[in-house]
């Protein structure tokens, strides 16, 4: 866990309710966290299940692995340390968002399960919920989509220390959600995640 470096400062609490936030919104704020390889559907399934959101008047907005290393994360590689920083910023961030009542979506292969843990304790420690869903695609069927052709170089040695071939995916021992996104279809797995929030409360105040 990262240590506050800074010195003199102090936390400065607003005078907006949680409470409030969730009546404003009519929803209570969440963080979905999918994990999985890389193209096991995570970002597919995100961006659907953000657009069934939305289209039933729930505020919500998705973080994905790619999109932010182009911005907030565009100084980290994937080595082991820039992996468990890339992920700890963005717990830092899904909770912020998750705090403002929005249903948060977040994208991640995020292979460490010790990392995946860390964003579920800043949660848990805000009182906030971390539905931790393992899109549970074999690797065989991975490989067949290949979208970026990642796996072709992988496995031609062209890149070193990638998710599942020389790199290790830690799966998550007892997740909220286990998504079989090689068996089901976008739609089907959507409307899991979606009737595992309506079932626990999180779309309404």
Not at 74 to 88: C, H, P, T, V
Not at 104 to 122: C, E, G, N, Q, V
Not at 132 to 150: A, F, S, W
Not at 157 to 163: A, D, L, S, V, Y
Request: a neutral charge; hydrophobic letters at 35%.
């Amino acid at each position: 866990m990262a240590e506050i470096k800074a010195t003199n400062i102090t936390y400065h609490e607003g005078h907006v309710t949680r409470g409030e936030r969730n009546a404003l919104l009519g929803q209570k704020g969440c963080t979905i966290w999918f994990t999985g390889l890389s193209a096991c559907g995570k970002s597919t399934i995100a961006v659907a299940l953000e657009q069934v959101l939305t289209q039933k008047k729930h505020a919500t907005y998705v973080l994905d692995g790619d999109n932010i290393r182009f911005g907030l994360n565009k100084n980290l590689g994937f080595s082991a340390a820039d992996r468990e920083e890339n992920i700890r910023r963005i717990g830092e961030v899904a909770k912020l968002f998750a705090e403002s009542s929005l249903i948060t979506i977040a994208s991640f292969i995020s292979p460490y399960r010790k990392d995946r843990d860390a964003a579920r304790k800043i949660h848990a420690d805000a009182g906030l919920g971390f539905i931790e869903c393992h899109v549970n695609t074999p690797i065989e069927v991975c490989e067949q989509r290949d979208p970026k052709g990642l796996y072709k170089k992988a496995r031609a040695g062209e890149i070193k220390g990638f998710t599942g071939i020389d790199d290790p995916y830690e799966a998550p021992e007892s997740p909220e959600l286990v998504v079989p996104a090689g068996e089901q279809s976008v739609a089907d797995c959507v409307a899991q995640v979606f009737n595992y929030l309506e079932s626990k409360g999180f779309l309404t105040p």
